[in-house]
Structure formats: structure tokens, C-alpha cells
């Protein structure tokens, strides 16, 4: 398994800001992704964040709104640039562990408020 | 768009009935897993079902997979007030363990 947190657990911004959030792991993963949750609805992955290169990211999302790092093995962080209310969601993020990591461990998620 | 649809939506049923959810998919998978989240918060891992296996027990959980109708189940036997939470199905479809998932039940046990 693996022990994730995820800083900060919520927050409350104004429109037009920036909120960058962070994901640290207790061990080191290759596999490293991003996910958003709107009220009330599932979660769809925003991008996968690999080390040493760009991350990889899903239909609708772009670098520009969503900038990601990947210094290294255990740790990450999520921006989301130039906030506008339907950017309120819980963003979580998952790392993939296992002998094929195809199971994912997920953070506690972070619950931002746009105002 | 998402990949898969969960029925039903919200399910409510009194401690020690037993608890069925069912998942629908669109695409071939490598495997589905099932995922437990209370209140908002972050997802636990349940079970995972390879595409290539058709039933799967975890103490009171019993998954099946049926690939023919791009479908599987999630019973939950002699359910608690603790199993009160969303559950989420997800799909791997075998590109880098990037996942799919649906839009989940809401489950509430009543005491």
C-alpha cells in the first residue's frame, strides 16, 4: 500500500488566482495522477505526471490551466491557474502500486472553493 | 464521457440486508476495480477483477465480470452502517494504468 497526503486539505480562493496543490507519497512510484471530482459527481483524470518529462494529460485539460511537477519519485504538485467558480471541486490525487500497479492508492483530496 | 454507468444511482437498505451494485462499460478492459469513498474524501481500494476472471470474493465483497455484456456486479453481504458511503466502479483498459470511472452509487445503511 502507500500512505498519501495532500496539501492543503481545502481552501477558499478568489477568481482569477492560483491554488497549487501538493501530493507526497511515502515511498517512491512511477506512477503518479491527478484526478478532479465536481459536487457531487465521479472522478475524471485530469493528467498523469510522470518524472523527468511533461505530464500526460487527458482530453480537456491543458498544461496552461493545470500546470504539473514531477521532481521526483514522491512527490508532485497540481496548479490550477486562473480560477474561475466552476473550478470548485475536490482534486485528488493516486498513485499506482503493486507488482503491475494497476491499483491505485489515493490522497486524501483537496477541496477548493472559488468564490 | 465517462466509461462507465453504475445502477443504481442511491441504494438504502437496513443493516444486514445484502447490498448489489451494478457497473456497465463501453470498451475492452484490462481489468475493473471497485472503489469505496465516504463523505468527499479520498477513494479506498476494494477489489480488482482481470478481464480474464469472472467472479472474486474479498470478505463480504463478491464481484463478477461478465465481458460478453461489458458488465459486473458488487455484492456486499450482511451490510453495516460503516459501508455507508459512495462506491465507484473503474476501468483500466491497459494504457498505463489510467483509469476510467463511473458515475457510482450511493449506498446508505440504516441502523
Known amino acids: 500500500s502507500a500512505v498519501i497526503s495532500q496539501k492543503p486539505s481545502r481552501d477558499i480562493c478568489q477568481r482569477g488566482t492560483s491554488l497549487t496543490i501538493q501530493c507526497q507519497v511515502d515511498?517512491?512510484?512511477?506512477?503518479m495522477f491527478w484526478y478532479r471530482q465536481q459536487p457531487g459527481q465521479s472522478l475524471t483524470l485530469i493528467a498523469t505526471a510522470n518524472q523527468g518529462s511533461e505530464a500526460t494529460y487527458e482530453s480537456g485539460f491543458v498544461i496552461d490551466k493545470f500546470p504539473i511537477s514531477r521532481p521526483n519519485l514522491t512527490f508532485s504538485t497540481l496548479t490550477v491557474s486562473n480560477l474561475s467558480p466552476e473550478d470548485s471541486s475536490i482534486y485528488l490525487c493516486s498513485v499506482g502500486k503493486g507488482l503491475t500497479q494497476e491499483t491505485q492508492y489515493f490522497g486524501p483530496g483537496t477541496r477548493l472553493l472559488v468564490l | 464521457s465517462q466509461q462507465g454507468e453504475e445502477d443504481p444511482q442511491a441504494l438504502s437498505i437496513q443493516e444486514g440486508e445484502n447490498a448489489t451494485m451494478n457497473c456497465s462499460y463501453k470498451?475492452?478492459?484490462?481489468?475493473l476495480q471497485w472503489y469505496r469513498q465516504n463523505s468527499g474524501r479520498g477513494l479506498v481500494h476494494l477489489i480488482l477483477i482481470r478481464s480474464n476472471e469472472r467472479e472474486k470474493h474479498s470478505g463480504r465483497l463478491r464481484v463478477t465480470l461478465d465481458t460478453s455484456k461489458k458488465s459486473s456486479s458488487l455484492l456486499i453481504t450482511a451490510s453495516r452502517a460503516a459501508d455507508t458511503a459512495s462506491y465507484f466502479c473503474?476501468?483500466?483498459?491497459?494504457?498505463?494504468?489510467?483509469?476510467?470511472f463511473g458515475e457510482g452509487t450511493q449506498l446508505t445503511v440504516n441502523p
Open positions: 470498451t475492452s478492459i484490462n481489468n
Open positions: 473503474a476501468t483500466d483498459v491497459g494504457s498505463g494504468s489510467r483509469l476510467t
Open positions: 515511498s517512491q512510484v512511477t506512477m
